[in-house]
């Protein structure tokens, strides 16, 4: 059941998310400075109430633009090319190279997110050294091109998630816009019943809570594209160095 907030501190809760609101909704006409969207922050305090921030997503009106509902502080980087994780040998040149059961399970290993990173990188330290002199280049430089499309895979998918995850966001923040349009043109009307009103700013409430927990859970979120390509770089460290 939903928590219900009565009383002075509903009222004072509900206009300091309006006012959030409104400062996000002028924000929203700024121009960004860079393709990357980043989230716009406003923050309002009401008398006798804690401060309150609540980060709603600019809006550049782009459409179907990707980069518009992109909800991280972290640049996007939609693709990532081997010269940016890789200083070994091209591995483009790899696809003739005959992968063992033994080089597979090894590409499984290492890019699970399970398994610590330093455990990661000694495995395939010690793999591609192993390997035979006359086969070690090829087959390590094998190895890290299954790594590589495995991890920017993954890392592909992770991203359209968040994107989706950033389209509710700025779904939501359209929706407490039209909430609190519509609770104020309540509140104006004088003659409205006072369960309407209390009930209309439940539900303003309520959405904007949701709003701000989305909000709280997206910063460990956005993370995960950032540790992958640190794992994706460090692991080509690692083989790079045992070639």
Sequence with gaps: MRPKITGRSGLAACAA???VLAAGAALAQTP???TTQMPTAATSAVVGEPQRQVYLPSNTGSGGDADAIWPCQQRKVPVLSPAQVWQGPDIEATGAVPRS???RRLV???AARRTPLDEAEKQATD????LPADMRQAAGTAVFSDLFDRLTAERSEVMRGIERYGAKQTALADKLRQENAALDALRR???TPPQTVDAAEQQFLWDSRI???RRQSLSSVCEVPTLIEQRLFALGRAIGGAL
Excluded: H, I
Excluded at 127 to 130: E, G, I, M, P, S
């Design 108 to 110: 499984e290993d290492v």
């Design 32 to 34: 960004p400075a860079a």
């Design 17 to 19: 998310v309006a006012a």
């Design 127 to 130: 793999f591609v050294a192993a």
């Design 211 to 213: 709003f701000d927990e």
């Design 101 to 103: 059961t033994a080089m």
């Design 189 to 191: 009307a004088g003659d």
